[in-house]
Structure formats: structure tokens, C-alpha cells
């Protein structure tokens, strides 16, 4: 079984790649859907995902890492006959979870978008069109926990690969119909006729998160289809070889004790990221209900353009929240490139701790770390001394959207800050899973869940802070949670962490590569004139490649200069043993 197991950093490598084609279809799609429905349409988009998010994060991350674990476990003891048992009644448990999921959300659907946008119902359309992709997310985790449980990324990479796919085509599919025909389809179905209003837009945002569903199940179908085919996961030797299996009902016991407390930790926070997207907007109303003129104030380009008044305050938060929602997007982009370290952790960490092999837990463990911050420092710096030009490439150009750039650009700046706690926060969890504390993820997630809450319910309520006090919520809720899992990953683990090397070498080069973004940048915007090469190449986006050019070649030089890389990063790469000689030749490594 060991020759089938890939490496910590080729797994995280594997899914990685697929992550990379992932997120470029979904900036392209994000973009064109923020392109056709704009801001307030954005934020019943937005309204949708909140309400969807806390189930679909036990499908993404809690359920698939229960299954995870357990099939790790029992392959390393050669119990490959619970593997395959293990793995119908994974598939059987989250099918029925994901049908109980799936219909909560479509009953709580009409009280929920009440709520958030005092008494508008735009958002409903968009919450039932999404509400199926649970039940594909949910099956799709008994099947990606089983081969990630076996060391084998690659199912779990392709099929998201199949869900970006799905999503792209179809949402964009969906979107033309709705807005290219001009179809009224609230206006046929009587009870949404009198309860939907600006039903072009919100028909809109339900085309396109309609593409979601649909390129979840195209994940699953793929990933049906593999299992039916796959006959190399685990061979006949190795069945005949291994004791019989457990009983169903004994191995969904334990499933079960194993997934409550890890999907109780995904729940948590995104249940209160959920109140969090209710306190939001609803602060944001009442800050335009009391004092409108202090909002507008800060405002004045959107106020110019958008032409709100407090007559329209509802139209007004919606803009204001879809726009803080597209930052939103931007930042987590680089959390979900780092979380694949964690994914891949877990069969190797998981063996090394049923082994009781301390060198190779803490080796795992400050890889993991090092890893996550050798991408996270670097793309947090360039967020923070690009934000305004990066916003302005990626939306510019359209002139619904424009207006609001300025204005949500210290808030990307501030997130650029502190995306390396955000990056940390999965990678630890799934470490801490793995070690048997699954209770700190629990309290680290309610003390930051909190922390966040009660600071967004306080600042977004002052006029003259409004929605940026969104920002500076999440990221002291990112912190504490943070800093309680180092503490208690070294103390359960007995880790001692390298600081030096793992946190402020590469965060001295992360430095220095953000500095030369923000030198070249302004370089160009100089000496360029402003019109550049004519459309998409202005002088701005001509200096925002070249200064993403010059940081990523500073950031390299600088960790081989710092010899911040170690032996180890280096060897576990695919020809990985030939670029170490090379390397060690010139000694570039540490």
C-alpha cells in the first residue's frame, strides 16, 4: 500500500494544481456574474451562499476529514476490508444528511432572506437554487474522504475540477436566459409575483448560483463513475490479506463519534458566519435608518453614481454588502490554496501518530506550518500593497461596480494584513483532528466565532465605520483562533517550533517582495502613459503584471539568498532528489 501513497507536498501539490484551474474559473465566473447582476444583485448571491455555507462546510471539510482519518487508520493496521465497508456506509450516512440538509435550507429559505433585507425576498430564489448542491456536496465527502484516506488526491482534485467546470458553463448558461431574453419568470409563478421585487435581478443571481448545483453534480458523476471502474485503490492481495470486517452498524458508530465532534468545529463558525452575514446587513440598515447623511458622507462617489437616497437605504446596504462580499472573495483566495497542505497531511500525519513516531509528527507538522506561510506571507503582502489596482484590474471597467473600489480597497488592504492567520486557521484544524484534540478547533472556533460577533455587532452599528467594521471583526476572530491551535498543537504533539525558520525568514522575504510590488507599480504608472496599449492593457493593469513579475522573481531570490528553503521542502517534490543536488551545489538551501 505504501508505494500507492503520495507524498505530503506531491498530494498537496496534486490538489493544488487542480485548485489553481479551479480558482481561475471561478474569478472568471465571479467576475462575469458581478459584471451582469452588479453589487445589490452580488448581495443576494451573497445571502444565498450565507444561508448554505454552514451545511456545506460539514460536506466540504468536516465530513470528507472524519473519512479521512478513518480509512487512513485502518489501511495503516491492513484492515482494508473495513476500507471498503468503511466507504458504503460514509456514502450512506451523508446521502441522508445531505437530504435532510437540502430541504432545511429550502423551509428556513423565505423567513431567513426576510431577515437579512428587512422584509425584501429577493434573495429566496437564489437560496432554493443552490439548495440541492448540498445533497451532491455531502455524497461527493464519503467518496473524497476515502481516497484522500488512501493517500490519493487526484479523485478529489479532478472532480472539483468538474464542479468549477459545471459551474462556469452553466451559470453562464443560466445568466443569459434569465437577462438575454428578458424572461419575467416571478411573474408566472403567482406567490413569488407579489413577494419579489426587482425580479431581473433577483432571477439573476439565481441563474447564476444555479450553476453551482449543477457543477456539484457533475463532480459526484464523476467521481460515481471512477469508483465503478477503480480497481487499483486496493488489490485483491491486500483484501484477501485482511482480517474480516466490522459490522455496519459497529464502523457507522464510530464514523459517527469521529465526524460530530470534527463537524461540530466546521459548524460552529460558519453557523456564526452565518448570524454574521444577518448581523451584518441588518446593522448596516439601521446605521442608514438613524444616520444616513454620515454614511453617504464617506461615500460620495457611490452617492454620485447610484444616486441613493433614504428612500432607497435598502437598495443603498445592499450595494454597500455586495461590494464588502467581492473583497471577501479576493481574500479567500488564498486560504484555498493553503488548505490542500492540510488535506494532504492527513494520511501521513495520521500514520506517524498511530505509530507513535515522534520525529515524523513533528517534522509533518512544521512542513505543513512552513508551507502554509511560504504561500500565505508573500500573497497576503502583494494584497496589501496592490489592493486598489488589483480591484481596479479585475472590476474597473465595468461602470455598475466602479464606484465602490476606492472605497473597499482598505478593506482588501487590511485583509492582505491578515490573510496568514486565515490561511493557518484549516491546515491546524485538520493537524489537530488528526492528534485526537478535536475538541480545540471546537473552543478555538467559539471564542473567535464570538470575538467576531460581538465586534461586527458593535462597529458596523457606528455610523463613520459602517461596513469596514466587517473586516477588523473577522480578522481578530482569525487571530484568536490562530494563536489558541499553535499552543495546543505543540503541547498535545510536543512540538517545538523552529520561529526563525518557519515563521520570520520567509515572512523577511515576503516583505521584501511586497515592497518591490509596490516600487514597480508605481514605476510603471509613471512613466507609462495613462492610456498604456489601449483597453484591457492600460497603464494601470500593465504596472499591476509587472509588479506581480517583479515580487514573484524578488520573493524567489530572497529565499534562496536567505536559504529559507530547507532539504526536506525541496526533496518530497517530484524530481525532487535532482533539484536538491542542484541547489546544495550553489548552497541555496538551508
Not at 199 to 215: E, F, R
Not at 467 to 496: E, F, H, P
Request: charged share 15%.
Amino acid at each position: 500500500m505504501a508505494k500507492k501513497n503520495q507524498s505530503l507536498i506531491n498530494g498537496a501539490l496534486i490538489l493544488s494544481a487542480a485548485i489553481i484551474a479551479v480558482k481561475i474559473i471561478g474569478v472568471f465566473f465571479k467576475i462575469y456574474v458581478t459584471y451582469k447582476i452588479g453589487m445589490e444583485g452580488k448581495s443576494y448571491y451573497a445571502t444565498a451562499y450565507a444561508l448554505y455555507t454552514p451545511v456545506y462546510s460539514i460536506a466540504l471539510a468536516g465530513l470528507p476529514t472524519a473519512v479521512a482519518k478513518m480509512v487512513a487508520a485502518k489501511a495503516a493496521q491492513g484492515c482494508y476490508k473495513d476500507v471498503k465497508k468503511l466507504f458504503k456506509v460514509s456514502v450512506w450516512l451523508f446521502s441522508f444528511l445531505g437530504a435532510v440538509g437540502t430541504a432545511v435550507i429550502v423551509l428556513v429559505s423565505v423567513p431567513f432572506a426576510s431577515s437579512v433585507s428587512d422584509g425584501v425576498l429577493n434573495a429566496v430564489p437564489a437560496i432554493i437554487a443552490i439548495a440541492p448542491s448540498l445533497f451532491f456536496c455531502c455524497v461527493m465527502s464519503g467518496y473524497r474522504g476515502y481516497y484522500q484516506g488512501l493517500g490519493s488526491m487526484t479523485p478529489s482534485a479532478v472532480s472539483q475540477v468538474f464542479e468549477a467546470g459545471g459551474k462556469l458553463i452553466f451559470g453562464w448558461l443560466f445568466i443569459n436566459i434569465v437577462i438575454g431574453t428578458g424572461a419575467s419568470f416571478a411573474d408566472e409563478i403567482p406567490y413569488f409575483k407579489d413577494i419579489i421585487t426587482e425580479k431581473q435581478q433577483a432571477w439573476a443571481a439565481a441563474a447564476a448560483i444555479a450553476g453551482v448545483t449543477v457543477g456539484s453534480l457533475m463532480g459526484l458523476l464523476y467521481l460515481v463513475l471512477r469508483r465503478r471502474f477503480d480497481r487499483r485503490s486496493i488489490t485483491t492481495r491486500e483484501l484477501r490479506n485482511s482480517p474480516e470486517a466490522e459490522p455496519f452498524g459497529a464502523l457507522a458508530k464510530q464514523l459517527v463519534a469521529l465526524a460530530v465532534p470534527i463537524a461540530v468545529s466546521s459548524l460552529i463558525f460558519n453557523i456564526t458566519t452565518l448570524i454574521d452575514n444577518w448581523v451584518i446587513p441588518n446593522r448596516l440598515m439601521y446605521v442608514l435608518s438613524t444616520d444616513f447623511d454620515t454614511v453617504a458622507a464617506m461615500y460620495p462617489g457611490i452617492i454620485s453614481a447610484r444616486g441613493f437616497t433614504p428612500e432607497t437605504a435598502v437598495n443603498f446596504k445592499d450595494y454597500l454588502y455586495g461590494a464588502y462580499d467581492t473583497v471577501i472573495e479576493i481574500k479567500n483566495i488564498v486560504p484555498t490554496f493553503t488548505i490542500t497542505f492540510g488535506l494532504s497531511a492527513i494520511p501521513v500525519l495520521t500514520r506517524a501518530w498511530v505509530n507513535r513516531d515522534a520525529h515524523a509528527v513533528d517534522r509533518s507538522i512544521q512542513s505543513v506550518i512552513r508551507l502554509t506561510l511560504l504561500v500565505a506571507y508573500p500573497a497576503g503582502c502583494g494584497m496589501a500593497a496592490l489592493a486598489p489596482d488589483l480591484l481596479n484590474l479585475i472590476y474597473g471597467s465595468s461602470e455598475i461596480n466602479a464606484p465602490a473600489l476606492p472605497y473597499v480597497a482598505p478593506i482588501l488592504m487590511m485583509y492582505g494584513v491578515s490573510v496568514v492567520f486565515l490561511a493557518l486557521t484549516q491546515p491546524i484544524t485538520n493537524m489537530l483532528q488528526v492528534v485526537d484534540r478535536t475538541d480545540v478547533p471546537i473552543k478555538a472556533m467559539a471564542i473567535g466565532a464570538a470575538v467576531k460577533l460581538v465586534s461586527n455587532f458593535a462597529l458596523v452599528s457606528i455610523p463613520s465605520v459602517n461596513i469596514q467594521g466587517a473586516a477588523i471583526g473577522s480578522i481578530l476572530c482569525n487571530t484568536v483562533m490562530v494563536a489558541y491551535g499553535l499552543i495546543a498543537l505543540a503541547k498535545t504533539a510536543d512540538v517545538k517550533y523552529d520561529w526563525r525558520v518557519t515563521f520570520l525568514k520567509p515572512l523577511f522575504c515576503a516583505v521584501l517582495s511586497g515592497v518591490a510590488a509596490w516600487a514597480v507599480n508605481g514605476i510603471y504608472k509613471k512613466v507609462i502613459p495613462e492610456q498604456g496599449l489601449g483597453g484591457f492593457f492600460s497603464a494601470n493593469n500593465i504596472a499591476v503584471f509587472a509588479a506581480v513579475f517583479a515580487a514573484v522573481v524578488c520573493y524567489a531570490l530572497s529565499l534562496f539568498a536567505t536559504r529559507s528553503l530547507s532539504r526536506e521542502d525541496i526533496i518530497m517534490l517530484p524530481k525532487g532528489r535532482k533539484i536538491v543536488k542542484v541547489l546544495e551545489k550553489y548552497g541555496l538551501l538551508g
